[in-house]
């Protein structure tokens, strides 16, 4: 059993991620927002600290926990896209200089580091041009796009955070790990939007609401990129694999993803619109609307084309993804279905 100290532990990754480690370890979960582990509040083994990082009362509160820990995982992020197009000053200055003073003060305190960090940071390589490219930590170049297509921003300042994490492994000995999850889905991710101006969330909590409440699923630029969509369990597994195999991933990038899940965001949609219609029989489904990124994000925006992850390095301490697009999409949709439809259920977002 280990003393863990979980930033970001109230988001979506973070709160599934907090049910598993709770099972092994004492948890302190600090967020700005605790509701989605708010079922963990009586646990024994868990201790809440709703607080804003960026305060500076905050950050002297949190060193003490840093010191007291055995294992520091950092989920802090803006991690939206709408959010790299409207608050892009916003996004480094969490994204890095915050997150940033969590790595020194491991650094300072010898403390292991778990830091979540992006598949974005892969950037632009894999277009569409048929290539089959997958994604590898160790020799895969990181290519952003121009800078006044500002969506980069996100990933660059993630990137600039692993290069200072690993900066730090080689000057001042911090023991960490890096995990760059791919397109991770499933219960409580995000937020559900009743109106379509109510704000963007990331696809599949975007095409949830529109089925939800019957408003247009939008194709952005047709729908033609494409994403591996990984389950939260599969990626709750191997963030598990990772911790318990200290030695293997000890100043390590590790890729947490599912290269058999690959869709076009078309065939998302599709494959949504038929679970659904599965799940909840009576339910109407919405127009599916085309629109460019730049209409529907706002200007800046460009989009990754394909985001395919080499997983060997997980896979080869046992780990392998469960679930098939299929089952992840209908583990996710059904959670949503029974909360709607099916007033006063409380289903158990991790499927316990
Ligand atoms: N997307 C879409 N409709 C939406 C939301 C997103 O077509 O309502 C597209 C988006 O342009 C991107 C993909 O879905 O190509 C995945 O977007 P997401 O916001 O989930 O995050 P990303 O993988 O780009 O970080």
């Known amino acids: 059993m280990s003393q863990v100290v979980v930033f970001g532990g109230g988001g979506f990754i973070g709160s599934h991620?907090?049910?598993r480690l709770v099972?092994?370890?004492?948890?302190?979960?600090?967020?700005i927002d605790l509701e989605k582990v708010e079922g963990l509040r009586e646990n024994e083994r868990t201790t809440f600290h709703e607080l804003d990082i960026r305060d500076a009362a905050a950050k002297e509160y949190s060193r003490g926990l840093i010191e007291e820990a055995d294992i520091v995982i950092d989920l802090i992020a803006y991690a939206n896209p709408q959010q790299y197009v409207d608050i892009p000053v916003d996004v480094v200055h969490l994204n890095y200089d915050t997150n940033l003073e969590i790595v020194e003060v491991c650094a300072e305190t010898d403390t292991r580091l778990i830091q979540f960090s992006t598949c974005e940071v892969y950037g632009k390589v894999g277009a569409r041009t048929g290539e089959d490219v997958e994604f590898d930590e160790d020799t895969s170049d990181l290519v952003m796009g121009p800078v006044d297509k500002h969506r980069w921003i996100y990933a660059t300042a993630k990137q600039l955070l692993e290069r200072m994490?690993?900066?730090?492994?080689?000057?001042n000995d911090l023991d960490w790990t890096i995990v760059r999850p791919f397109n991770v889905i499933g219960p409580q991710m995000d937020y559900i939007v009743e109106d379509p101006g109510e704000g963007t969330p990331r696809v599949f909590a975007s095409f949830m609401s529109s089925l939800l409440y019957n408003h247009p699923m939008h194709l952005i630029d047709g729908g033609q990129n494409r994403r591996a969509f990984t389950h939260i369990l599969d990626a709750v597994n191997g963030l598990e694999a990772i911790i318990e195999n200290y030695h293997e991933f000890n100043r390590e990038i590790v890729n947490v993803g599912n290269p058999s899940n690959e869709v076009t965001i078309a065939e998302l949609a599709n494959r949504m619109r038929a679970?659904?219609?599965?799940?909840?029989?009576?339910?109407?489904?919405?127009?599916?609307?085309?629109?460019s990124?730049?209409?529907f994000y706002g200007e800046g925006y460009e989009d990754g084309e394909r985001r395919v992850p080499n997983i060997s390095k997980l896979t080869?301490?046992?780990?392998?993804?469960?679930?098939?697009?299929?089952?992840?999409?209908?583990?996710?949709?059904?959670?949503?279905?029974?909360?709607?439809?099916r007033p006063g259920t409380t289903p158990d977002p991790s499927f316990e």
């Not at 599965?278 to 085309?290: A, R």
Request: proline share 5%; aromatic share 8%.
């Open 23 to 31: 099972k092994k370890h004492d948890v302190e979960i600090i967020d």
């Open 165 to 171: 994490v690993h900066a730090h492994g080689l000057e």
């Open 293 to 295: 990124g730049t209409e």
């Open 275 to 291: 679970v659904y219609q599965d799940l909840s029989p009576d339910g109407s489904l919405p127009e599916t609307v085309e629109i």
């Open 316 to 341: 080869s301490v046992g780990w392998e993804p469960e679930y098939d697009l299929d089952d992840t999409l209908r583990d996710g949709i059904s959670y949503y279905v029974d909360i709607h439809e």
């Open 17 to 19: 991620l907090c049910r």
